[in-house]
Protein backbone atom coordinates (compact mmCIF):
# COMPACT_ATOMS: atom_id res chain seq x y z
CA UNK A 1 0.00 0.00 0.00
CA UNK A 2 3.05 2.43 0.61
CA UNK A 3 4.64 1.42 -2.50
CA UNK A 4 1.29 2.23 -4.56
CA UNK A 5 0.71 5.70 -2.96
CA UNK A 6 4.53 6.17 -3.70
CA UNK A 7 3.87 5.84 -7.45
CA UNK A 8 0.75 7.64 -7.22
CA UNK A 9 2.09 10.54 -5.73
CA UNK A 10 5.09 10.77 -8.52
CA UNK A 11 2.47 10.51 -10.84
CA UNK A 12 1.03 13.59 -9.30
CA UNK A 13 4.08 15.48 -8.57
CA UNK A 14 5.19 14.67 -12.33
CA UNK A 15 1.27 16.45 -13.52
CA UNK A 16 2.46 19.71 -11.57
CA UNK A 17 5.66 19.72 -13.37
CA UNK A 18 6.92 17.87 -16.52
CA UNK A 19 9.85 16.00 -16.26
CA UNK A 20 11.62 18.54 -18.77
CA UNK A 21 11.14 21.11 -16.44
CA UNK A 22 12.19 19.01 -13.25
CA UNK A 23 15.73 18.47 -15.67
CA UNK A 24 16.20 21.82 -15.94
CA UNK A 25 15.74 22.55 -12.09
CA UNK A 26 18.35 19.89 -11.34
CA UNK A 27 21.05 20.69 -14.37
CA UNK A 28 20.82 24.47 -12.79
CA UNK A 29 20.97 23.00 -9.51
CA UNK A 30 24.20 24.23 -7.08
CA UNK A 31 25.82 20.97 -6.45
CA UNK A 32 27.99 22.52 -4.07
CA UNK A 33 25.49 22.68 -1.78
CA UNK A 34 23.70 19.69 -2.25
CA UNK A 35 27.18 17.95 -1.32
CA UNK A 36 27.70 19.99 1.59
CA UNK A 37 24.04 19.06 2.40
CA UNK A 38 24.99 15.20 1.94
CA UNK A 39 28.34 15.74 4.33
CA UNK A 40 25.90 17.00 7.41
CA UNK A 41 23.22 13.86 6.58
CA UNK A 42 26.41 11.81 6.67
CA UNK A 43 27.47 13.19 9.72
CA UNK A 44 24.12 12.60 11.21
CA UNK A 45 24.07 8.77 9.85
CA UNK A 46 27.90 8.65 11.51
CA UNK A 47 26.57 9.94 14.81
CA UNK A 48 23.61 7.66 14.94
CA UNK A 49 26.18 4.67 14.71
CA UNK A 50 27.99 5.80 17.23
CA UNK A 51 25.04 6.43 19.62
CA UNK A 52 23.78 3.16 19.45
CA UNK A 53 26.82 2.04 21.36
CA UNK A 54 25.87 3.98 24.56
CA UNK A 55 22.57 1.88 24.64
CA UNK A 56 24.28 -1.25 23.90
CA UNK A 57 26.91 -1.34 26.85
CA UNK A 58 24.35 -1.18 29.57
CA UNK A 59 23.19 -4.56 28.28
CA UNK A 60 26.86 -6.31 28.60
CA UNK A 61 28.08 -6.05 25.00
CA UNK A 62 30.31 -4.26 23.08
CA UNK A 63 29.07 -2.68 19.74
CA UNK A 64 31.95 -2.47 17.39
CA UNK A 65 31.86 0.54 15.40
CA UNK A 66 32.41 -0.36 11.77
CA UNK A 67 29.42 -2.97 12.39
CA UNK A 68 27.16 -0.48 14.00
CA UNK A 69 27.63 2.16 11.26
CA UNK A 70 26.96 -0.38 8.48
CA UNK A 71 23.86 -2.02 10.07
CA UNK A 72 22.23 1.89 10.45
CA UNK A 73 23.29 1.80 6.47
CA UNK A 74 21.40 -1.09 5.91
CA UNK A 75 18.86 -0.53 7.12
CA UNK A 76 17.92 2.63 5.39
CA UNK A 77 18.26 0.91 2.51
CA UNK A 78 16.32 -2.00 3.50
CA UNK A 79 12.73 0.69 4.24
CA UNK A 80 12.96 1.62 0.65
CA UNK A 81 11.34 -1.93 0.00
CA UNK A 82 9.65 -2.66 2.98
CA UNK A 83 9.13 0.38 5.62
CA UNK A 84 9.98 -0.12 9.37
CA UNK A 85 11.83 -3.59 8.10
CA UNK A 86 14.87 -1.39 8.56
CA UNK A 87 14.79 -2.01 12.50
CA UNK A 88 14.59 -5.92 12.14
CA UNK A 89 17.31 -5.93 9.61
CA UNK A 90 19.72 -3.80 11.72
CA UNK A 91 18.73 -5.32 14.95
CA UNK A 92 19.26 -9.41 13.23
CA UNK A 93 22.72 -7.81 11.97
CA UNK A 94 24.66 -7.30 14.99
CA UNK A 95 22.84 -10.66 16.29
CA UNK A 96 24.94 -12.16 13.28
CA UNK A 97 27.90 -10.10 13.54
CA UNK A 98 28.10 -8.82 17.13
CA UNK A 99 26.08 -11.37 19.66
CA UNK A 100 23.95 -9.41 20.63
CA UNK A 101 20.39 -11.15 21.48
CA UNK A 102 18.01 -10.22 18.60
CA UNK A 103 15.62 -8.70 21.45
CA UNK A 104 17.61 -6.66 23.02
CA UNK A 105 18.92 -5.40 20.34
CA UNK A 106 15.80 -4.41 18.98
CA UNK A 107 14.67 -3.36 22.56
CA UNK A 108 17.72 -0.49 22.02
CA UNK A 109 16.17 0.72 18.36
CA UNK A 110 12.87 1.16 19.97
CA UNK A 111 14.53 3.15 22.83
CA UNK A 112 16.32 5.25 20.58
CA UNK A 113 13.27 6.28 18.43
CA UNK A 114 11.57 7.14 21.60
CA UNK A 115 14.73 9.65 22.08
CA UNK A 116 13.99 10.71 18.34
CA UNK A 117 10.79 11.23 18.75
CA UNK A 118 11.39 13.50 21.45
CA UNK A 119 13.65 15.67 19.61
CA UNK A 120 11.28 16.07 16.90
CA UNK A 121 8.67 17.06 19.80
CA UNK A 122 11.05 19.67 20.61
CA UNK A 123 11.34 20.54 16.91
CA UNK A 124 7.60 21.13 16.09
CA UNK A 125 7.18 23.46 19.50
CA UNK A 126 10.22 25.30 18.92
CA UNK A 127 8.43 26.11 15.64
CA UNK A 128 5.38 26.70 17.24
CA UNK A 129 6.80 29.11 19.45
CA UNK A 130 8.89 31.25 17.18
CA UNK A 131 5.72 30.79 14.31
CA UNK A 132 2.85 31.43 16.14
CA UNK A 133 1.82 34.35 15.19
CA UNK A 134 2.15 33.40 11.48
CA UNK A 135 0.21 30.03 12.54
CA UNK A 136 -2.55 32.12 14.22
CA UNK A 137 -3.08 34.39 11.24
CA UNK A 138 -2.90 31.73 8.83
CA UNK A 139 -5.80 29.69 10.81
CA UNK A 140 -7.33 33.49 11.15
CA UNK A 141 -7.26 33.97 7.10
CA UNK A 142 -9.22 30.65 6.98
CA UNK A 143 -11.50 30.20 9.34
CA UNK A 144 -13.27 33.15 11.98
CA UNK A 145 -12.00 33.42 15.48
CA UNK A 146 -15.31 31.69 16.13
CA UNK A 147 -14.69 28.66 14.27
CA UNK A 148 -11.04 28.31 15.47
CA UNK A 149 -12.44 28.71 18.92
CA UNK A 150 -14.82 25.74 18.28
CA UNK A 151 -12.22 23.10 16.43
CA UNK A 152 -10.16 23.83 19.64
CA UNK A 153 -13.00 23.30 21.89
CA UNK A 154 -13.55 19.73 20.11
CA UNK A 155 -10.32 19.00 20.04
CA UNK A 156 -10.03 19.64 23.64
CA UNK A 157 -13.08 17.21 24.12
CA UNK A 158 -11.80 14.72 21.76
CA UNK A 159 -8.34 14.90 23.82
CA UNK A 160 -10.64 14.60 27.11
CA UNK A 161 -12.94 11.34 26.14
CA UNK A 162 -10.09 9.71 24.32
CA UNK A 163 -7.61 10.25 27.73
CA UNK A 164 -10.44 8.25 29.94
CA UNK A 165 -11.39 5.65 26.97
CA UNK A 166 -7.56 5.15 26.65
CA UNK A 167 -6.88 4.82 30.45
CA UNK A 168 -10.31 2.46 31.50
CA UNK A 169 -10.94 0.56 28.00
CA UNK A 170 -9.31 -3.25 27.39
CA UNK A 171 -10.01 -2.90 23.66
CA UNK A 172 -7.04 -3.66 21.42
CA UNK A 173 -6.54 -0.26 19.88
CA UNK A 174 -6.52 1.37 23.72
CA UNK A 175 -4.19 -1.64 24.74
CA UNK A 176 -1.90 -0.79 21.78
CA UNK A 177 -1.95 2.81 22.21
CA UNK A 178 -1.13 2.20 25.72
CA UNK A 179 1.49 -0.07 25.29
CA UNK A 180 2.97 2.55 22.72
CA UNK A 181 3.11 5.29 25.30
CA UNK A 182 4.68 3.34 28.18
CA UNK A 183 7.68 2.07 25.70
CA UNK A 184 8.18 6.02 24.38
CA UNK A 185 8.18 6.75 28.07
CA UNK A 186 10.36 3.65 29.22
CA UNK A 187 12.92 4.57 26.40
CA UNK A 188 13.25 8.16 27.59
CA UNK A 189 14.17 6.85 30.86
CA UNK A 190 16.33 3.98 30.16
CA UNK A 191 18.84 7.02 28.84
CA UNK A 192 18.36 8.58 32.06
CA UNK A 193 20.05 5.75 33.84
CA UNK A 194 23.06 4.95 31.09
CA UNK A 195 26.58 5.79 32.53
CA UNK A 196 27.25 8.18 29.39
CA UNK A 197 23.68 9.79 28.88
CA UNK A 198 25.50 12.78 28.45
CA UNK A 199 27.18 11.74 25.81
CA UNK A 200 23.69 10.21 24.18
CA UNK A 201 22.22 13.49 24.80
CA UNK A 202 24.73 15.13 22.78
CA UNK A 203 24.61 12.64 19.91
CA UNK A 204 20.93 13.19 19.45
CA UNK A 205 20.64 16.77 19.23
CA UNK A 206 24.05 16.67 17.05
CA UNK A 207 22.03 14.44 14.84
CA UNK A 208 18.76 16.47 14.79
CA UNK A 209 20.79 19.56 14.11
CA UNK A 210 22.44 18.22 11.28
CA UNK A 211 19.30 17.38 9.73
CA UNK A 212 17.95 20.63 9.90
CA UNK A 213 21.24 21.99 8.71
CA UNK A 214 21.17 19.13 5.55
CA UNK A 215 17.62 20.41 4.57
CA UNK A 216 18.51 24.39 5.40
CA UNK A 217 21.91 24.03 3.37
CA UNK A 218 20.49 22.27 0.95
CA UNK A 219 18.02 24.81 -0.39
CA UNK A 220 20.63 26.98 -1.60
CA UNK A 221 21.03 24.55 -4.57
CA UNK A 222 17.70 26.04 -5.96
CA UNK A 223 18.60 29.97 -6.84
CA UNK A 224 14.71 30.91 -6.45
CA UNK A 225 14.86 29.53 -2.60
CA UNK A 226 17.96 31.74 -1.71
CA UNK A 227 15.73 33.98 0.30
CA UNK A 228 13.75 31.43 2.04
CA UNK A 229 13.01 31.75 5.63
CA UNK A 230 13.61 30.23 8.45
CA UNK A 231 10.61 29.61 9.98
CA UNK A 232 9.85 27.64 6.23
CA UNK A 233 12.82 25.57 6.54
CA UNK A 234 11.63 24.40 10.14
CA UNK A 235 8.30 23.78 8.79
CA UNK A 236 9.53 22.72 5.54
CA UNK A 237 11.42 20.14 7.64
CA UNK A 238 8.74 18.78 9.92
CA UNK A 239 6.34 18.34 7.31
CA UNK A 240 9.11 16.23 5.33
CA UNK A 241 9.62 14.43 8.26
CA UNK A 242 6.75 13.16 8.76
CA UNK A 243 5.60 12.03 4.72
CA UNK A 244 8.67 9.47 4.47
CA UNK A 245 6.87 7.17 7.10
CA UNK A 246 3.84 7.42 4.24
CA UNK A 247 5.59 6.01 1.21
CA UNK A 248 8.61 3.71 1.22
CA UNK A 249 11.52 6.15 1.91
CA UNK A 250 9.45 9.22 1.01
CA UNK A 251 9.13 8.37 -2.79
CA UNK A 252 6.26 10.73 -4.31
CA UNK A 253 5.55 11.64 -0.80
CA UNK A 254 8.22 14.05 0.22
CA UNK A 255 8.40 16.27 -2.69
CA UNK A 256 4.90 16.89 -2.29
CA UNK A 257 4.93 17.51 1.45
CA UNK A 258 7.50 20.17 0.87
CA UNK A 259 5.95 22.24 -1.94
CA UNK A 260 2.47 22.12 0.72
CA UNK A 261 4.57 23.56 3.78
CA UNK A 262 6.52 26.36 1.55
CA UNK A 263 3.06 27.32 -0.48
CA UNK A 264 2.18 29.15 3.07
CA UNK A 265 5.21 31.06 2.93
CA UNK A 266 4.25 32.16 -0.43
CA UNK A 267 7.39 30.48 -2.31
CA UNK A 268 7.02 29.54 -6.28
CA UNK A 269 5.46 26.23 -6.45
CA UNK A 270 8.16 24.71 -9.09
CA UNK A 271 11.14 25.61 -7.43
CA UNK A 272 9.86 24.25 -4.03
CA UNK A 273 8.99 21.22 -6.06
CA UNK A 274 11.95 20.64 -7.42
CA UNK A 275 14.00 21.33 -4.54
CA UNK A 276 11.93 18.21 -2.79
CA UNK A 277 13.10 16.33 -5.33
CA UNK A 278 16.57 17.26 -5.30
CA UNK A 279 16.66 16.93 -1.92
CA UNK A 280 15.17 12.99 -1.83
CA UNK A 281 17.07 12.15 -5.07
CA UNK A 282 20.35 12.61 -3.05
CA UNK A 283 19.36 11.42 -0.02
CA UNK A 284 18.13 8.47 -1.70
CA UNK A 285 21.12 8.16 -3.55
CA UNK A 286 23.71 8.42 -0.56
CA UNK A 287 21.66 5.42 1.20
CA UNK A 288 21.59 3.01 -2.31
CA UNK A 289 25.36 3.64 -2.50
CA UNK A 290 26.41 3.13 1.14
CA UNK A 291 23.40 0.88 1.89
CA UNK A 292 24.49 -1.24 -0.70
CA UNK A 293 28.34 -1.56 -0.05
CA UNK A 294 27.48 -1.83 3.86
CA UNK A 295 25.53 -5.16 2.76
CA UNK A 296 28.12 -6.39 0.25
CA UNK A 297 31.04 -5.56 2.89
CA UNK A 298 29.20 -7.14 6.26
CA UNK A 299 30.47 -10.55 5.65
CA UNK A 300 33.52 -9.92 4.17
CA UNK A 301 34.73 -7.53 7.04
CA UNK A 302 32.99 -10.14 9.77
CA UNK A 303 34.43 -13.08 7.59
CA UNK A 304 37.13 -14.03 10.67
CA UNK A 305 34.98 -12.57 13.60
CA UNK A 306 34.34 -14.96 16.31
CA UNK A 307 31.54 -13.06 16.98
CA UNK A 308 29.59 -13.87 13.87
CA UNK A 309 27.53 -17.40 14.08
Not at 44 to 71: Q, V
Not at 149 to 158: H, Q, S
Not at 247 to 266: D, M, R, W
Request: proline residues 3%.
Amino acid sequence: MPLLLGVVLVWYSLSKISIEELFEYFKKANYGWVVLGLFFGLLSHISRAYRWKFMIEPLGYKLGFPNSLMAVFAAYLVNYTIPRAGEITRATLITNYEGVPFEKGFGTIVAERAADMVMLLFIIGVTFFFQFEFIFNFFLNKFSATKIAMILGVMILFLGFGYVFIKKSNSKIAVKFKSFIEGLLEGVMVVFRMKKKWAFIFHTVFIWVMYVLMFYITTFAVAELSDISFGAILVGFIVGSFSIAATNGGIGSYPEAVVIAFLLFNLPEDPSRAFGWIMWASQTLMIIILGGISLVYLPIFNRNSKKAL
